[in-house]
Every structure is written in C-alpha cells, then in structure tokens.
C-alpha cells in the first residue's frame, strides 16, 4: 500500500512527463517480437501493458524497487510486478528478451555497478536471448537542456496545473547531478527530487559488455534506427550472450 501521497503524485508525474513516443514503440516491437520478457526498471508498467493489450501472450515481467510506481503498474493484472532489483531479484535462464528502458541505465554511476547489471541480466537470459537499452549520448550534452527555462506544464493526478523544472547542480567525470522542482499553486510548497545520472561513451559501454560476455548486435543513434554518430541523442544497444572472457569462465 501506498505509504507517502507526494510519492504516489511522483509516480503519475512522471507518467505525464513520459508520454508514449518513439521509443516505446522501438522497444513494444522488441517485446512482441519475444516470448518471455523482463522489464529491468519497468516504473509504472506502461510498456508491458501496452504489450499485453497489443495480444502478447507470453511471460511478462516487470521490476523496479519503487512500491508508488508498482501501485500504478498493478492497475493491470495480467503481468507479473516484482518489487525490487536485479541484485536482489534472482532469475536464470528465464528470458527471451532483458529491456532496460527509460535511461534506467544511467542510474547506474560506477563501472562496478553496471559490470553487476550485466552479469544479472546475463543469468536472467536464456541461450539467445537479447538485452536491450539505451543510455544518453555524451556528445550530445543533453544536461546543457536542462534549465528552467525549458521546463514543461502538465496537469497533476488531481485536474491541478503543474509546472516542473529541471536545474543541473553539477557536471564531474560524467557525472550529473540534477534537481526536478514541481511546483503548483495548488500546493503547499514546491516538491524538489534529486538524481545523479551517468553518461556513458558507446566505447566505454562496449568494453563492460564485453567484460561480462556481451557481444554488440545492433547500435543506433535514434529510435528510426540511425546509426549512431559523434552527436546522436542516444546509444540505443542490442547485445546477446557471448563467450565470456577466460579469466570469467566457470
């Protein structure tokens, strides 16, 4: 059960923030494309449900350690919503398809942290299964965006006028940290969330996977499949399971 109502209005903030766009339709394709899926990070289950709804009939799974974001995805009944994380959730050989999507993957803010997602979503993935992600292009400094003055009005869970604003209190060794202020004249007093996002060069991306037994099928820069340049927006990224490096091996 719910527990803190701001949170519950951050869950259907984000919602409203997060409309259906061309990368949900990227990874909807993915889905229905596999038999069994694990949505790493799934928030509120936006994808899974639209997956179901488009006649997927296999195994659905969607994770994510936020109980307010679960609460929403729970609207639906025919997925499976699991509380909690990869390092705390254990799967193997389960999966067709592993999605990571959302910029969940720059959450992650050492190369320790994300070496353990990947050895995670390897076990979780049967033989020739596919792991699916995307993390913000460096080259194209997207924190550079992030200013109130590009902030975006939306309407809160209740019918009020909302107004939300990013401001960036630092950029270290790829490191951004950044506040998300809503504000309404309904309320009280603003609500201010803070987040550290790492931005990860394709190179540096490559080098982990392949430190975990990864190998590179697909990379694009944009959802249309464009391959991936200097300044695209995004490293989209399809790996599969690969030989692991001999020191790794069991």
Do not use: K
């Amino acid at each position: 059960m719910p527990t803190n109502p701001q949170n519950q209005d951050s869950a259907a903030r984000y919602d409203a923030l997060n409309e259906w766009d061309l990368s949900d339709d990227f990874y909807l394709d993915l889905v229905l494309s596999a038999d069994a899926v694990l949505d790493v990070g799934c928030g509120t289950g936006v994808l899974l449900g639209a997956a179901r709804a488009a006649g997927h009939t296999g195994r659905l799974v969607g994770l994510d350690p936020d109980p307010d974001a679960l609460d929403r995805a729970r609207r639906r009944d025919d997925v499976d919503w699991v509380a909690g994380d990869l390092g705390g959730v254990a799967f193997d050989g389960e999966f067709d398809l592993v999605l990571m999507t959302g910029h969940v993957f720059q959450v992650f803010l050492t190369d320790d942290e994300v070496r353990a997602q990947f050895t995670a979503v390897r076990r979780a993935l049967r033989p020739g299964g596919r792991y699916a992600f995307e993390t913000r292009n460096p080259g194209a400094r997207a924190w550079e965006r992030w200013i109130p003055e590009n902030g975006v009005d939306i309407v809160g869970e209740r019918g009020e006028p909302v107004r939300v604003e990013h401001r960036v209190a630092s950029v270290e060794d790829g490191l951004v940290r950044l506040s998300e202020t809503a504000s309404s004249p309904d309320w009280p007093a603003p609500r201010v969330d803070w987040a550290t996002l790492r931005f990860t060069t394709a190179e540096q991306v490559d080098a982990l996977l392949a430190e975990t037994g990864f190998e590179v099928v697909e990379r694009c820069g944009w959802w249309d499949r464009t391959p991936l340049t200097a300044t695209s927006r995004e490293v989209i990224t399809i790996a599969r399971p690969g030989p692991l490096p001999a020191t790794d091996r069991r």
